[in-house]
C-alpha cells in the first residue's frame, strides 16, 4: 500500500508541476459524455498517456485527458475518461486518479457516469442525482494496509454523496428546468450487461440505476476526505425480458444526447459551490 500512496505522491507532484496548483473541484465525465459545453477559459490539459503510472483505459469512447481550467469564477478539473475493474485493472488502479487528485489537493469530487435505468421513474435521456450507492463490485480500495495519515481504517458512509452539493443540484436542475430524479445507483463489475433476473434482484435490493463505474471512486474520495456528488446520465432501461438487446454503441449514443443537460446542470453547480469549502 506504501508503494501505491508514494505513486499517488509522485503523480500529485506532477498535476502541480503541469498543471500549476489544485483547483477545488474535480469532475469526472464517464463514457460517452461530452465535455463541449463547459467552455474551461485559461484552459491547460494533460493526456493520460503523458502521466506517469496513470492508467489508460481501454474502452472505446474514453478519451484520456485532463483538463484543468476557470469555469466561472471557479478552477476546476474536468477527467475525461476513467479506468474500471472490468478492464483488467486492480481496485488502487482504478481509484489511482482519484487518490491523485485528491493528493493534489481537490476538495470536491463530482462523478458522472452513465447508467441503465432500473427504477420505471426513470427514462433514458434523463438524469439521476445518486442519493447513495450500493458497491455490489466485491471490491473495495481501501483492502490492505491503512495509512492513517490519508483517512481512517473504518470511514464512515452514512452521507456519502455531500446532502449540500445534492440540495444545490436538485435547485440548479429545478431552476434550468432540466429534468432529473434522485435515486440510489448499483455499481456491478460487468462487462456483461445485466440479465433480467439480475435486474429484478438489483430492485429489491433498493437500486434505481445500475452501471459499471463510481462506486470505488467514491468511496476513495471519501477516505480521504472530499465531498462528493454523483449523477447518472440514464442511457438505456437496464435489461428485461421483453426489452431490446444493448450494445456499447447505442448505450453510448444515447449517453452523449443526455449529456447535454448534464453539462448545463454541473456548470450551474459549479457555479454556485462554495471555493475551498470541506463539506
Ligand atoms: N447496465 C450496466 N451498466 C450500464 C448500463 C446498463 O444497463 N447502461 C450504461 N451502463
Not at 509522485?10 to 460517452?32: C, K, M, Q, T, Y
Not at 502521466?51 to 485532463?66: C, E, F, K, Y
Not at 473495495?140 to 446532502?163: C, K, V, W
Not at 435490493?205 to 465531498?227: F, N, R, W
Request: negative net charge; glycine residues 10%.
Amino acid at each position: 500500500m506504501n508503494e501505491e500512496w508514494n505513486r499517488v505522491d509522485h503523480i500529485a507532484a506532477f498535476l502541480n508541476e503541469r498543471l500549476g496548483s489544485a483547483p477545488d473541484i474535480v469532475l469526472v465525465l464517464g463514457s460517452g459524455l461530452r465535455d463541449g459545453a463547459f467552455g474551461l477559459s485559461d484552459e491547460r490539459s494533460v493526456s493520460f498517456s503523458e502521466i506517469p503510472d496513470w492508467p489508460r483505459s481501454t474502452v472505446a469512447g474514453h478519451n484520456g485527458v485532463l483538463k484543468r481550467g476557470r469555469m466561472g469564477d471557479k478552477e476546476v478539473l474536468l477527467q475525461l475518461g476513467r479506468v474500471h475493474l472490468y478492464e483488467g485493472y486492480s481496485e488502487a488502479e482504478v481509484v489511482r486518479p482519484t487518490r491523485s487528485v485528491m493528493q493534489w489537493g481537490a476538495r470536491y469530487l463530482i462523478a458522472t457516469n452513465a447508467a441503465g435505468g432500473i427504477n420505471e421513474y426513470l427514462k433514458p435521456g434523463g438524469l439521476m442525482i445518486l442519493e447513495d450507492h450500493l458497491n455490489l463490485t466485491g471490491r473495495n480500495p481501501l483492502i490492505g494496509q491503512n495509512d492513517e495519515s490519508r483517512g481512517a481504517r473504518f470511514p464512515d458512509m452514512t452521507e456519502t454523496y455531500s446532502r449540500r452539493l445534492r440540495a444545490l443540484l436538485v435547485e440548479e436542475a429545478t431552476d434550468l428546468g432540466v429534468e432529473f430524479k434522485m435515486g440510489v445507483y448499483a455499481g456491478l463489475l460487468g462487462p456483461s450487461y445485466e440479465t433480467p433476473a439480475e435486474v429484478n434482484m438489483l430492485r429489491q435490493m433498493g437500486a434505481d440505476a445500475v452501471g459499471m463505474s463510481t462506486v470505488l471512486e467514491v468511496i476513495a474520495a471519501k477516505h480521504m476526505g472530499a465531498d462528493v456528488a454523483g449523477i447518472s446520465c440514464i442511457s438505456n432501461m437496464a435489461a428485461s425480458y421483453n426489452g431490446p438487446k444493448l450494445t456499447h454503441e447505442d448505450v453510448q449514443a444515447a449517453a452523449g444526447r443526455a449529456s447535454e443537460s448534464l453539462t448545463r446542470l454541473v456548470a450551474a453547480m459549479v457555479a454556485k459551490i462554495e471555493p475551498s469549502k470541506v463539506g
